[in-house]
């Protein structure tokens, strides 16, 4: 992990099968076998809170904890920019055809995003995507 303090992430999450999961007050969702690609933000101790999303032990805060219970953080990426970020690159991800929206309301209570999960059957290389988004919002 770099240095940097604040911004926002993406996980890369991969869940080996099919499976219902109990995500807080959004209750039992059917989740199909795939890659999720789950956008966050954390405007203090950044690699702190990507380290804590990559511990198998931990109590359930966020939505994101349900679903990293069954499945596995495979890679992830930040960006350094402010809050607003999470929502843009959100949106901008969502454009693309390959990934879609699988539940909403997931990991976006605190915005008037309709997620902040999104999914695809193929592995999508992120990495690649985000150039293209820094592009765009500058």
């Not at 596995?72 to 991800?93: A, M, S």
Request: aromatic share 12%.
């Amino acid at each position: 992990m770099g240095n940097l303090d604040s911004g926002i992430y993406v996980l890369k999450i991969l869940l080996k099968n099919t499976q219902e999961i109990k995500v807080g007050a959004l209750g039992r969702n059917k989740f199909a076998e795939g890659f999720y690609y789950y956008i966050g933000s954390a405007q203090k101790n950044l690699q702190s809170r990507v380290k804590r999303h990559l511990k198998d032990k931990k109590n359930f805060h966020w939505h994101i904890d349900y679903l990293l219970d069954k499945a596995d953080v495979v890679d992830y990426y930040t960006v350094e920019g402010p809050k607003n970020y999470e929502c843009k690159l959100f949106n901008y991800l969502n454009n693309k055809d390959e990934l879609k929206i699988m539940l909403e309301d997931f990991g976006s209570s605190d915005c008037s995003c309709v997620s902040h999960l999104l999914f695809s059957k193929e592995n999508i290389n992120i990495k690649n995507i985000l150039p293209e988004f820094k592009k765009s919002i500058q």
